[in-house]
Every structure is written in C-alpha cells, then in structure tokens.
C-alpha cells in the first residue's frame, strides 16, 4: 500500500460514513435472584439529557463544527431514536431484544449553558509579578460556579453522584461523540450523569489524521479544566471515564499531568478527582510511550482500576503504527510487552489488557459499541464498578494481568449494591 492510500484508508476507517452506524445490541446481562423485582436495568430514562464540554467552535446554524476554540462551551442535549420507541430502544440496549434493526438517532436542543473565557487569559507583568485580568477571572470564576450549579442539579435530579465521562476518537462530529455516549449509557441502564467531552476534529479531508493529531493536543488543557470543574463540584463522588482511539491519547496526557501536579502537592490523585475506573478503548498511543505512563511512572496508582481492550487486528491502529512508526497500544499482542513491564505487572494488579479476537470490519476498531460482548462488558463495569474475576464480569483469565473476551461473553448482574 503506498502512503496516499495508507493515509486515505486511516480517514475512511475513523470513522464510517453517515448515516450513523447505530450499536449492536450487547448481550444480556443474568440476573441475580437477589435482585428486587423492580430494578429494572432496560427501563425508559426519566431525564433523558446528555451533557458536553467542548472547545469546537461554534457552526453556523446552530452546535458545533471542526475548528478549535479557545474558550471551553459547556451545555446540554437531546438525543433521539428515529426508528424505534423508547421502550423498545431501552430493551435493545439492555440486551432483551435482538429483533430490531441497528437504532438511527438525530441530535436535538443543543443549549449552551455556560462559556468561559477564552484562554490563555490575558496578563501583564508588574515588578516582575503576572498579574491576570481581574475582569476575566472574575468572569472563569462565575462560570466555574454556574457549571457546578447545574451539575449539582443534574446529579440531583438523578439520585446520582456518579459522572459518567466520554472522549470520543478521530474523525468524529459532534453529533457522533453525543451519539456514543448515549448507546454506553443506555447499555449501562441508564447509570450516571453522562458527559461528553468534544474536541474539534472530524474535517473531511484525508490529511486530517495529520491536523486532528495537534487538536488533540490543543484539547489536553481544556479536559483538565473539565477534570477539575468535576472534582470541584462536591456532589460528584465518582468518575467514569472512557476514552476511545485518539480520544485516548488527550486523557492520558491530561491525566498524566494532574498526576503529576497532585504528586507535587502532596495529595492523592485518586482521592482529589474521584476516578474510580479509566475505560481505554482501542487507545491510539504509541506502546513504549503508554509502558512508560503505565508503569516507569506509576500511572495506574492514580485510578480504582484501568481496563485497556486490545485488539491485535485494528486495521486503523495498523495503519497509525505505521505512520507513526510504532505499534499502537490498542494493537498490541501480550508477546509485544516489554519484559521489564512483565514483570512490573506480576505486583500492579490494577491494570486490566482485555483481548478482543473476534471483532470482524468495523467493530475491529470500535469494538467498544460494536462487539456485544465487550459492549456489555463496559455497561456492567459502569453500571456496578466490577473487575475482571468478578462475579459480574467473568472474563477469561490469560496471564498476569491479560484477560480475553468474545462475542458470547455475558455478565452477570448482582444489584446495584453488589460492590460496596
């Protein structure tokens, strides 16, 4: 394959044209005899909003298009199911029925809330000292107020205290991110306050890969800023956070750095942001780069529990590895892993590689709402914070710290009480 079609094949696998490509319906979850009768785990949500951050600009017309915004917008918004009745989409995603066609969905009410102040913010130097312009910090600090206040409300609303937080991949719209976030939520049961965070990528060029790569990093920043505001907001007692394909690349750079600031503050980063699972779906990283976070670094202390799929089949992470000259970290085969981290990973049992083997076209890449298997794995670890070896989440154990799963996969339901 030469470079133009290897660079073209990368645009056309991060993202499959439209329409959207609703999710498969996972496998059903087996219920526990001591679940109550009335926990109802497909039943119509009762405050069906979703919520964002971004720093996309704003597209004519209304929402958000690819280009970047130096100011973070954060709001609400509606999503629809086009072809099928709530009850009926509800009972598809929970895993009751598999007779309906894959579900079609169209945004609706996008409503900012909140926009805070461009950043960098502006600053002068006085005898020697920065000074930051007391009307724009002013201005931050009262959205920063105005954002908690509504998620206060939401969480409320939904007698929650759980966040539930998606960073969405390459060559997504807007539309599509919210679109994700809303299948792993209904999968899950409905379970949180669903957040997503969209940074601008998804330009229909196929040099984009090149360009969205530096959005990326533009973003890390602003996913900092949305870690904070949710570790500042006190009803907010547990995050959830999944990243897919390059998605995964911002939260681990963003994660990286408030671990190291909480390091150098002396306070735990788990106890101060409250992130009690990190869902890394087919992660666009470079694998020395990842072994590096994950262990010289000791990232995984920061978390409750980290689950990594993998699948050694990726087409689109093939083609970033050889772009990018390394294999991917959602590519990588146990046999690829470093010796010295091997070894690391005999006493760091936090730190869970689920193997994908049998995702065929699309679902190789996006496996995480494509596979059933795997997508009923990620709503019971959403919907009762299991672990692999868990009852509700009887995986097939590999070696050290690899487990495999397939299509056939089911998890089991135990209550939502069941893990504390």
Known sequence: MNRIGSILLVFALGACAHPYPGAVSPNPWIRSAAVEPDSDISAEPTVPTLLYVTDRSQADGGGY??????????????????????????????????????????LANIVETVRFPGTPMPFSIQDGEMRRDRTTILAYQAARREFSRVLTGELAERHTGKVVLFVHGFNNSFER????????????????????????????????YFGDTQDGEFSVFHLKETLRLLAATEEV??????????????????????????????????????????????????????????????FGLGFGQIDVYLNRHDDALGVSGWL?????????????????????????????????????????????????????????????????????????????????????????????????
């Not at 099928?84 to 079609?104: E, F, L, V």
């Not at 959830?240 to 911002?250: E, P, V």
């Open 177 to 208: 991110g919210a679109f994700s976030l809303f299948e792993l939520w209904a999968a899950s049961g409905w379970d949180g306050v669903p957040i997503m965070f969209s940074w601008p990528t998804g330009e229909p060029n196929a040099l984009s």
């Open 65 to 106: 298009g690819t280009d970047r915004s130096s100011s973070m917008a954060f709001g609400s918004l509606e999503v629809g199911v086009t072809n099928m009745t709530p009850q009926a989409y509800a009972r598809y995603m929970s895993g009751a029925d598999h007779s309906h066609a894959a579900p079609r969905y169209d």
């Open 324 to 420: 990018f000259g390394g294999v991917r970290f959602g590519s990588l085969a146990p046999e690829e892993l470093s010796a010295e981290s091997r070894a690391v990973f005999q006493g760091v049992d936090s730190v869970h590689f689920i193997l994908v083997d049998d995702a065929h076209g699309e679902a190789r890449h996006n496996h995480f709402r494509l596979h059933p298997g795997v997508l009923a794995d990620i709503a019971i670890t959403m919907r009762t914070g299991a672990e692999p070896g868990d009852p509700e989440r009887p995986l097939e154990h590999l070696d050290l710290n690899f487990w495999h799963i397939d299509q056939s996969y089911t998890p089991r339901f135990l209550g939502d009480q069941s893990r504390e």
């Open 237 to 298: 007692d547990e995050i959830i956070l999944i990243a897919h394909s390059r998605g995964a690349q911002i939260a681990t750079t963003a994660l990286r750095e408030l671990l190291i600031e909480s390091r150098g503050a002396g306070v735990s980063m788990h106890d101060t942001y409250r992130i009690n699972t990190l869902i890394l779906a087919a992660p666009d990283i470079d694998l020395g780069v990842m072994e590096q976070r994950l262990v010289a670094e000791m």
